[in-house]
């Protein structure tokens, strides 16, 4: 494993603007496709991770981890990170390398990044895929000189897709994955937690009870710590069995993150939007209890012309209430299925 070197074909935000008080989220109430500049210079983009640091980290920024996936090449799959003053230009961020790490063995996948506040550092967890399961750290105390990449978990192949980490306060860190059987033609998949007091050294799984509707799976997750209500939430697609192009993407919550409750009509569906019109993916969000509204980065792919699944992020922004009683009603119709032709036309980011 092996850090990279800055690769200028990535802008970044103003460094002037990137330690200014100034950062406020203005994700607008309708999609808006990210323009978003990649290492490999495809602008296709999977898998991003919200994070807004909070005192005493001194860049008032936001930040995205995201990973390009042009066209479905898994070998370009390399955890990228993004700053941005509104939740909708986003740039590399200032001095970081391009992309963070790269493989030593294997494909990288599945950044998601937090915001260690004790120990003023961001940490950015990410999976290396081979023979086996890797989950891999660095930490950084500016965004822009990261550590080295540090072993944390190796489980059997397709056992710890997608951790998902909470850090809830001093000494209370969650990390949520997906065990997926035998990878995407398997038939199901387990949601699994594991605790830690530093967000380094981590407990044993456990299983949880994260539902979904009637013969799917969850699949990719991210979950994140609501303090002003009291729960964790959970955002993720549903996987059917023998495939893992998804086109649903759901809502889960949980007082105590083992036994969840899925609302019944997904977030969104495949078809809704443009560039997510095949599937839909990955996604990651930001809850504002001050204007009680919901920013939304959501990830997926369309089919195009040439034949190739094209990968965006998109971003939206919802009213919570609206949100959740349009997710809490009882669902009209069945999730679509997914179009027989993209079952196995690209390996799973």
Request: aromatic share 10%; glycine share 6%; proline share 10%.
């Amino acid at each position: 494993m092996v850090a990279c070197s800055r690769d200028d074909r990535a802008p970044t935000i103003p460094e002037a603007r990137a330690t200014s008080d100034s950062a406020v989220l203005h994700v607008p109430d309708a999609p808006v496709a990210l323009d978003v500049s990649t290492y490999d210079g495809s602008g296709e983009t999977v898998h991003p991770d919200f994070s807004a640091p909070r005192a005493p980290w001194r860049h008032r920024v936001f930040y995205l981890a995201l990973t390009p996936y042009p066209a479905g090449n898994q070998n370009f799959e390399n955890p990228s990170l993004y700053a941005s003053l509104d939740g909708v230009r986003w740039g590399a961020a200032p001095r970081a390398p391009m992309p963070l790490v790269k493989p030593s063995a294997g494909h990288l996948s599945d950044p998601d990044i937090v915001h260690a506040s004790a120990r003023g550092e961001l940490f950015l967890y990410y999976r290396e895929a081979s023979d086996s399961d890797r989950i891999y750290l660095v930490r950084s105390a500016d965004a822009a000189a990261w550590s080295r990449p540090q072993p944390l978990l190796v489980t059997r192949q397709f056992a710890t897709l997608s951790p998902a980490v909470v850090r809830r306060g001093p000494g209370d860190w969650w990390m949520w994955s997906v065990d997926a059987g035998g990878g995407c033609g398997d038939v199901a998949t387990h949601v699994e937690l594991r605790r830690s007091s530093d967000g380094i050294a981590w407990s044993a799984p456990v299983p949880t009870v994260l539902g979904a509707p009637t013969n799917t799976f969850a699949w990719h997750l991210d979950v994140q710590w609501i303090p002003e209500r009291g729960e964790f939430w959970a955002l993720y697609p549903v996987k059917e069995p023998g495939t893992c192009a998804t086109t649903a993407l759901y809502l889960a919550t949980s007082k105590d993150g083992a036994r969840w409750h899925t609302k019944p009509t997904p977030v969104l569906t495949a078809g809704r939007i443009r560039e997510l019109w095949h599937i839909v993916y990955r996604s990651t969000f930001s809850y504002d209890a001050r204007t009680d509204r919901v920013a939304l980065w959501l990830s997926g792919a369309r089919r195009d012309d040439d034949g190739y699944y094209h990968w965006r992020t998109v971003a939206v922004r919802r009213p919570r209430a609206a949100l959740f009683a349009e997710i809490s009603r009882a669902l009209r119709a069945q999730v679509p299925p997914a179009p027989p032709q993209i079952r196995a036309s690209f390996t799973p980011p």
